[in-house]
């Protein structure tokens, strides 16, 4: 039972560089969502996705990008690193409208120097 | 808007020592609050949810209650094995993408 996998698990981007982190669900969900975890701060929704082809603006989407071209995946992209993306992401999947917890992976750490 | 503040930020307890960590909401009516642990290094892992006023769920030593501004994590004779970080979430009726909004946690510590 994989659940929620995450890629890659650590990563260290010069200013001004890209990247893509990748998330992979085989519990058949239809919603995802990419979170940023900052000290002292609660989890906060960058992008989500309500199905495949479909994607949404969350609470912080500003020097980020998501594609959700496949049911089981959803990719989140940094085109131009910025110190103030050092961070961890989650990712994290979940049923339909329904009141259901969310799975998460297990977290990306992004260093941005 | 709706917000989240969980209390208190950080808790150290002795091994069998009760506490209960507090977890206040404002949202525009509530769908449902969610209780989820988050080890070193690891995603958080979901523990309960709660949809009204009066309700209680348990997991061994956890027991999570609901009031209309506030939830309590009760933990019981705790052990080393308990310690984490615990998150506290809420979800509104209008949240048609499921969002939840999260609290920053309370990290908990329980010593031998």
């Known amino acids: 039972n994989a659940g929620v996998t995450q890629t890659p698990k650590f990563r260290v981007l010069k200013t001004g560089q890209s990247m893509t982190l990748l998330c992979a669900q085989d519990?058949?969900?239809?919603?995802m969502y990419w979170y940023r975890q900052d000290p002292g701060m609660g989890l906060r929704l960058i992008h989500y996705?309500?199905?495949?082809?479909?994607?949404a603006k969350g609470e912080v989407p500003d020097g980020y990008n998501v594609s959700r071209l496949k049911k089981q995946n959803f990719l989140l992209g940094l085109e131009s690193a910025a110190p103030s993306q050092t961070s961890v992401y989650f990712c994290a999947s979940s049923y339909g409208r329904q009141s259901y917890g969310y799975t998460f992976g297990s977290g990306t750490r992004l260093t941005v120097v | 808007e709706d917000q989240v503040t969980q209390s208190p930020e950080a808790l150290r307890l002795q091994e069998g020592e009760s506490s209960s960590l507090n977890c206040s909401y404002t949202v525009s009516g509530l769908r449902g609050l969610f209780w989820y642990r988050q080890d070193p290094g690891k995603g958080p892992e979901f523990l309960f949810t709660?949809?009204?006023a009066g309700e209680e769920k348990e997991k061994e030593r956890l027991k999570a209650t609901l009031t209309k501004k506030e939830s309590f994590l009760h933990i019981t004779a705790p052990k080393p094995e308990d310690s984490a970080t615990y998150l506290c979430a809420v979800q509104a009726p209008l949240s048609l993408n499921n969002d939840m909004r999260f609290g920053a946690g309370t990290r908990l510590t329980v010593k031998p």
């Open positions: 519990m058949n969900h239809e919603y």
């Open positions: 709660l949809y009204s």
């Open positions: 996705s309500v199905g495949e082809g479909t994607t």
